[in-house]
């Protein structure tokens, strides 16, 4: 038997052995070749075998099959198990997937009761039960790397919760902001990642194992039994529906196409700070390259891939919706393709979030050129029109335009708000006194941003904490 990795070129002459009752002569090289998901669908091992435990103690429980070839099934499973870790099973293209590879060896190793496995069952109930355990496997692991990436950007919060660093609206100079503020956006982004994915998880924890091919069985299966020896809050009600349903994969690449853009918005953050122009923030050789040509290059190679991944986890996303959409009920060939996107997904996800947790540990704000940002671009101007509103009781428009004329004046004189005197802003609002330069600071400017998710230092603080708690 030829071996997945093997270039294949002989006709195979033998029919299939698990469907080929019906069939004299064994497909051609290119049908087993389209036909095959061998080559990826072996990640889903765990699955298929946790999978197969469940229903032969349930065929055994309800006399379907009798409880001896129950026993060699389980005893038969271990060893296959055994040799799929010690990297010793033999995949074979030729039985088409790991439901089949596994089956047909377990007959090999355990003869008669190995065929009664498949008593009650079909692959289309069987690969849709792998597939929503290895989704919620990949679930599980992924939702705890990102409340790592969250602990991560919580603590450096907490460590910058007074910085000062500019804010931007449109990449201009807005207002400032603290670097702690900054990092705790992602945060809330990220709880969001968080909440669709355990959303993605609680519609997706129903069996579809006993749905059969499309129409469920005669067999007297307990499919209650199943759904909870595998972890599922219960069966799936309409088998046409279970054994076609993939929205649990869409739902999970949708989670990580969202979430890969977040972590796409913080790479390119990280990429523009370490420019040298920007300069906000260092980092160290773990993370950056060299360029072979240019000896000073610092590249931040890591944020970039990390920017890049997005693509290909979007397009997972669009192209499994894809294939879905013109499937009529029930199952069809096509939704083996659900399989590789979604893997190739999870990979790239799980190793943006990693690569996330790195740089933002790893890297160092440059905090006095952080806090010379933050104070350039005439970015307490907001500051000084509040301060009319409040003080002078200026209606918020009149206020806006008497601090238009400010900035346009000290624009002309190169200096910043601060830099006028008290004669050039009585020029233009007789009411303006000496309080005023009070308000014109960053500190002052940051402490009054108390409203309630405003980047004041003491709201941050409290953020933070929030957030520490909650991830603990
Ligand atoms: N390898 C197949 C898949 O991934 C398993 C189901 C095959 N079912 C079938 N009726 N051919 O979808």
Not at 118 to 134: E, K
Not at 245 to 258: M, Y
């Amino acid at each position: 038997m030829p071996l997945v990795t093997d270039a294949n070129d002989l006709p195979n002459t033998e029919a299939n052995m698990q469907w080929g009752g019906r069939f004299a002569a064994g497909p051609s090289v290119i049908m087993q070749e389209i036909n095959a998901s061998i080559g990826f669908d072996r990640k889903m091992w765990r699955q298929d075998i946790a999978g197969s435990r469940a229903h032969a103690a349930m065929l055994a429980r309800q006399g379907i099959i009798a409880q001896d070839d129950a026993a060699s099934i389980t005893a038969g499973l271990d060893q296959i198990t055994a040799e799929i870790e010690a990297g010793r099973f033999p995949f074979t293209t030729d039985l088409e997937d790991i439901h089949m590879n596994i089956e047909a060896r377990l007959t090999d190793r355990i003869g008669e009761a190995g065929k009664r496995l498949h008593t009650g069952r079909s692959r289309n109930d069987q690969v849709a039960t792998d597939f929503r355990l290895w989704v919620r496997d990949a679930i599980d692991g992924i939702d705890g790397q990102i409340a790592d990436v969250m602990r991560v950007l919580a603590a450096r919060a907490a460590e910058h919760a007074a910085d000062p660093m500019p804010g931007f609206t449109h990449l201009q100079t807005a207002q400032p902001v603290t670097f702690g503020h900054h990092m705790l956006a992602y945060v809330e982004m990220l709880a969001r990642d968080r909440g669709r994915l355990a959303d993605c998880r609680r519609r997706l924890n129903e069996c579809p194992l006993g749905s059969a091919a499309l129409a469920g069985t005669s067999f007297p299966l307990d499919r209650d039994m199943t759904a909870h020896a595998l972890g599922f809050d219960r069966p799936t009600a309409n088998s046409l529906d279970a054994v076609s349903d993939r929205d649990f994969a869409l739902e999970f690449l949708s989670a990580s196409a969202i979430s890969s853009m977040h972590l796409s918005r913080l790479a390119e953050e990280i990429i523009i700070w370490c420019s040298a122009p920007y300069g906000f923030i260092r980092l160290s050789d773990a993370f950056t390259t060299g360029s072979s040509i240019m000896p000073q290059k610092r590249n931040p190679d890591a944020a970039e891939l990390v920017r890049a991944k997005t693509g290909r986890v979007t397009g997972a996303l669009v192209g499994l919706l894809t294939v879905m959409k013109g499937l009529p009920l029930a199952y069809a060939k096509d939704m083996q393709e659900d399989k590789e996107p979604v893997f190739d997904a999870a990979d790239a996800w799980t190793l943006s979030l990693a690569a996330t947790a790195g740089m933002v540990r790893d890297m160092t704000p440059n905090l006095a050129r952080l806090r010379e940002f933050a104070g350039s671009g005439f970015a307490t101007a907001t500051d000084l029109a509040d301060w009319l509103v409040r003080v002078l009781k200026l209606p918020f428009r009149t206020a806006h335009h008497v601090t238009g004329r400010l900035v346009a004046l000290a624009e002309g004189r190169g200096v910043d708000l601060a830099g006028l005197s008290l004669a050039d802003m009585q020029g233009v609002e007789p009411g303006i006194t000496q309080e005023i330069f009070g308000v014109l600071t960053v500190e002052a400017s940051v402490a009054s941003r108390v409203s309630y998710g405003g980047t004041a230092p003491a709201n941050v603080a409290k953020q933070a904490r929030r957030w520490t708690e909650a991830l603990a």
